[in-house]
């Protein structure tokens, strides 16, 4: 089993930024990849960044060049520095887990971007 603990979600105004932190426990020999998602009320969770064991990256469309996704293998945590954002970026964000034989997920954290 792999846990998924995410936090850093929050309140923000247009513009402003946030970070998401993602802590994963467990065994995690299991995983080759991580990724954030979110999921914006009636819409389907999409894809916003991941990252595979050997650091690539890669984005949606709509956050490319004010997203950044970064690992700390030391700390077994994955980020989402987000800057620039907009009240489309307003979703409940889930840390993923893609592992062999079995995806995993954090609980979500919910960031609202508003004046």
């Known amino acids: 089993q792999v846990q998924l603990v995410e936090s850093g979600g929050g309140l923000v105004q247009p513009g402003g930024s946030l970070r998401l932190s993602c802590v994963a426990s467990?065994?995690?020999?299991?995983?080759?990849?991580m990724g954030w998602y979110r999921q914006a009320p009636g819409m389907q969770r999409e894809l916003v960044a991941a990252i595979t064991n050997g650091g690539s990256t890669n984005y949606a469309d709509s956050v490319k060049g004010r997203f950044t996704i970064s690992r700390d293998n030391s700390k077994n945590t994955v980020y989402l520095q987000m800057n620039s954002l907009k009240p489309d970026d307003t979703a409940v964000y889930y840390c993923?887990?893609?592992?062999?034989?079995?995806?995993?997920w954090g609980q979500g954290t919910q960031v609202t971007v508003s004046s």
């Open positions: 467990g065994k995690l020999f299991s995983i080759y990849a």
């Open positions: 993923k887990a893609q592992g062999f034989p079995r995806d995993y």
